[in-house]
């Protein structure tokens, strides 16, 4: 608040003369100072495929251009995103990348995703735009190692001769898996 006091008026010939002591009180409005802009959010989305269909339970990173990882996600139903906030313009760098898992059974994909998001200033509220470099979304696939086979060859001697008849047994996790005879 500014505070003005009015004093000593000019008084023209023939009129009296009017002194006043009252106080004055005024606000001044810094318009631009009210204007408030919202912050917004934008969401990076990504799939996820094992041999082909939609995946469960693997995890995302989202790392910052500088390489510090900001964010951890995992994917449901074979989706999954990151959601930032902002509330400033600027462009602002990402990559997405799979976290491989431990499971030797398969093959994790090790592509890296970059993400640009530039942050406009609107009339209310910071606008977000999304580029997916060099792709039109994110997407890992992942393979399950095919199964090997084995062949086993043997032979069943009993007393140095050949003996025919026996039967044998491939057990894995206590599990009979395959049998033959010789």
């Known amino acids: 608040n500014k505070k003005g006091e009015v004093e000593n008026c000019y008084t023209p010939a023939g009129v009296t003369k009017y002194i006043s002591t009252n106080t004055i009180s005024f606000d001044i409005i810094n318009k631009e100072a009210e204007r408030v802009i919202n912050p917004t959010k ?40 990151f959601s930032l906030r902002f509330d400033s313009e600027g462009v602002y760098r990402y990559s997405v990348s799979e976290i491989p898992g431990n499971d030797e059974d398969i093959i994790y994909d090790n592509n890296e995703f970059d993400v640009i998001i530039k942050v406009t200033e609107g009339e209310t509220r910071y606008n977000a735009s999304i580029t997916y470099v060099g792709a039109s979304g994110i997407a890992f696939y992942n393979k399950t190692v095919p199964p090997t086979e084995y062949t086993f060859e043997g032979s069943k001697y009993l007393d140095g001769v050949p003996a025919e008849g026996f039967e044998f047994a491939i057990i894995e996790g206590g599990e009979v898996i395959s049998t033959a005879t010789s």
């Open 42 to 81: 934008a969401v990076i989305r990504g799939e996820k495929y094992l041999d082909g269909k939609p995946a469960d339970g693997f995890w995302f990173a989202l790392t910052d251009e500088f390489g510090s990882e900001i964010d951890r996600t995992q994917c449901v139903n074979g989706n999954f995103s």
